[in-house]
């Protein structure tokens, strides 16, 4: 489904300029093209971008904009959801490796096997899953729109919802409908530690603990405050509070402490003494890999027509039901 990386696609050091902002910019303008980033990249990528958000907002944004060029940094199932919105334009991923555990946990093969055992259900699947699992879905949600996507759906009808399960429990509580879940999780929010958690809110009990709805349920019991990425980031900032305990990826942290820069933040710990709360997948983008990928306009992201057509369905849903 994705093109490969060419050779003379290197990250020599001769290739790349000596001000690689003032670089990137120029190509932004010769290409006409945007970038998209993820509140987890780096924070140099973070400064860069022309739009940063959440899974909902980048897909609005891809949705709308007028660029001739994409640049996604971010993940495959986020540049995907790009091109499938806009096949007519450059999409382009500045690392193919980019890829996410909790989309790969749902391979589309054994989703389909699923999927016919309750041939009546509504498939509701989170956005971070491949294309191969939009084309499969009714509608497609985001961390931010969850609750309020099911909330609209018929009641006399039943759900699965695919592939996080934190989030579908969380979903559960939230609405009190009845989902089927898909047994995935993301290998981030999964290792956060309820234990070491609790003694570093020992530490420090004048913080509050704010955690993505992908973490586990132990973790997000002693949650002050639930909410995806971007709610996470309005909340920090409108909260009496001083400092606070993030239970998410770290990568929003930079945003945060430019949001409130009075205020404290401290990365929830990961089970063992690593940094396994950072995504090794968002991560793999730099700003030299973004660099390049802009000057030879690769790697693009293609896919199948069919399945691109069919994955668009539910996506455009999404997006009217988030209005």
């Known amino acids: 489904m994705f093109t490969t990386l060419r050779p003379h696609q290197s990250t020599q050091s001769n290739l790349i300029p000596d001000d690689l902002f003032t670089a990137i910019n120029q190509l932004k303008k010769e290409l006409n093209a945007v970038i998209l980033a993820h509140y987890y990249q780096e924070p140099d990528i973070q400064d860069i971008a022309d739009f940063l958000g959440d899974s909902l907002g980048l897909s609005q944004q891809a949705a709308s904009t007028n660029a001739d060029v994409i640049v996604f940094a971010g993940v495959h ?7 499938i919105l806009n096949p007519d334009k450059l999409v382009l991923l500045p690392d193919l490796e980019a890829g996410c555990s909790l989309a790969d946990s749902c391979p589309p093969d054994a989703f389909a096997q699923f999927k016919a055992q309750y041939p009546d259900c509504i498939v509701v699947s989170y956005i971070n899953c491949s294309a191969a699992i939009k084309a499969m879905s009714d509608v497609i949600c985001t961390s931010s729109n969850a609750v309020k996507i099911v909330e609209q759906l018929p009641k006399d009808r039943p759900i699965i919802f695919a592939p996080d399960r934190n989030l579908g429990r969380y979903v559960i509580e939230q609405t009190g409908r009845e989902l089927i879940l898909w047994q995935g999780s993301c290998i981030v929010h999964e290792t956060f530690s309820e234990k070491k958690m609790v003694q570093l809110k020992i530490e420090h009990p004048e913080a509050e603990i704010i955690a993505h709805p992908e ?9 002050n405050y639930i909410g995806s990425t971007t709610a996470l980031l309005k909340y920090c900032q409108q909260s ?23 205020k404290q933040f401290i990365p929830a710990p990961a089970m ?19 660099y390049l990928a802009m000057k030879f306009k690769q790697p693009e992201i293609n896919m199948d027509e069919s399945i691109r057509v069919a994955a668009l369905r539910p ?8 209005c």
């Open 77 to 83: 199932f986020m540049a995907e959801t790009a091109k």
């Open 272 to 290: 063992n003494n690593c940094a396994c709360n950072e995504c090794p997948h968002m991560r793999l983008n730099t700003l030299e890999k973004l």
């Open 240 to 262: 009496s509070s001083n400092k606070f305990i993030v239970a998410t990826e770290p990568g929003i942290i930079h945003q945060m402490e430019k949001a409130a820069p009075t």
């Open 215 to 223: 973490c586990e349920p132990p973790v997000l019991r002693h949650a």
């Open 315 to 322: 996506i455009q849903k999404m997006l009217e039901m988030s």
